[in-house]
């Protein structure tokens, strides 16, 4: 993958709102997929799985499972 094609995905993840609000929810610790859907009650969960998936592609998000959670990691 070339470096445009990273800038790509990084630029096409900053530029959706929920995004950036997901990526500053993340900033302080990790979060489960659920309590972040409760960040947004105006999405529903699919959706908001399709913008961590954006953002994992770009990564910015590391999602790691434990049991029947999963954790969204800010990629530092």
Not at 22 to 33: S, V
């Amino acid at each position: 993958m070339s470096i445009s094609d990273v800038h790509d995905r990084v630029f096409k993840a900053l530029s959706s709102a929920v995004r950036r609000q997901i990526l500053d929810d993340l900033r302080d610790q990790p979060l489960t997929t659920g309590t972040l859907c409760t960040h947004f009650a105006d999405l529903d969960r699919c959706t908001v799985m399709q913008h961590l998936k954006v953002l994992e592609e770009a990564d910015l998000v590391i999602a790691v499972k434990r049991g029947r959670e999963r954790w969204n990691h800010l990629n530092r």
